[in-house]
């Protein structure tokens, strides 16, 4: 939990769905300096379709793809609904924010969009911990190769994972990590 590394930080999170929502603020209800959204980040503000896994954790704005069902079962039964999103420059404009600022993201496959509306947050970001694939798990979703030059083109260097990738149960190929770039 990053709030017990950083125990005077402002956290700032989004979850589009409203009753992971419910149950993240009734699980951080205590923590100080702690602002929820429930929202999704992308590049643009409105309504989007969301595509709610059986495993909610797996739920995306891009469609799941054979890969990850055949991988991950568990997470294949799917339904639509309807959710907000926004940009992270538009949800955060009214905060003051410092510039010693960290960013997670993990957001099924959509993690350019998250970038593409972060523009302002991330040119005073200094770390970076995103979840990238190099298997296409969502349809349409960046890869690593396109997440790192997103990042490198923002000034950000590929620093490592933060934990061991995931590999699919199948073969044991990588599937995806969670990357940290550093802004050098």
Same mark, same amino acid.
């Given at each position: 939990?990053?709030?017990?590394?950083?125990? +005077?930080a +402002?956290?700032?999170?989004? #979850?589009? =769905?409203?009753?992971?929502?419910? $149950?993240? !603020?009734?699980? =951080?209800?205590?923590?100080?300096?702690?602002?929820s959204?429930?929202?999704a980040? /992308?590049?643009?503000?409105?309504?989007?379709?969301?595509? $709610?896994?059986?495993?909610?954790?797996?739920?995306?704005l $891009?469609?799941? /793809? !054979?890969?990850?069902?055949?991988?991950?079962?568990?997470?294949? %039964?799917? $339904? #639509?609904?309807?959710?907000?999103t +926004?940009?992270?420059?538009?949800?955060?404009?009214?905060?003051e924010?410092?510039?010693?600022?960290?960013?997670?993201?993990?957001?099924?496959?959509l993690?350019?969009?998250?970038? &593409?509306?972060?523009?302002?947050?991330?040119?005073?970001?200094?770390?970076?911990?995103?979840?990238?694939?190099?298997a #296409? &798990?969502?349809?349409?979703?960046p890869?690593?190769?396109?997440i790192?030059? @997103?990042?490198? +083109?923002?000034?950000?260097?590929?620093? %490592?994972?933060? #934990?061991?990738? @995931?590999?699919?149960? @199948?073969? %044991?190929?990588?599937?995806?990590?969670?990357?940290?770039?550093?802004?050098?």
């Amino acid at each position: 939990q990053f709030h017990e590394l950083f125990p +005077d930080a +402002d956290i700032y999170a989004f #979850e589009p =769905l409203r009753d992971c929502f419910e $149950r993240m !603020n009734e699980k =951080l209800k205590d923590v100080k300096n702690f602002k929820s959204f429930n929202i999704a980040l /992308s590049d643009s503000e409105g309504k989007e379709t969301i595509y $709610r896994s059986s495993h909610s954790g797996s739920s995306s704005l $891009r469609k799941m /793809s !054979n890969i990850h069902k055949n991988a991950f079962p568990v997470t294949a %039964g799917e $339904r #639509e609904q309807i959710i907000e999103t +926004d940009t992270l420059d538009s949800v955060l404009a009214p905060f003051e924010l410092t510039s010693n600022i960290l960013i997670k993201i993990d957001v099924q496959g959509l993690e350019d969009k998250v970038i &593409l509306g972060g523009q302002n947050i991330f040119n005073h970001a200094k770390v970076i911990i995103i979840e990238t694939s190099f298997a #296409e &798990l969502y349809k349409g979703q960046p890869l690593f190769g396109e997440i790192h030059k @997103l990042l490198a +083109d923002r000034g950000f260097r590929y620093a %490592g994972a933060w #934990e061991p990738d @995931l590999r699919s149960p @199948l073969n %044991g190929a990588p599937l995806q990590q969670d990357s940290i770039f550093i802004k050098e």
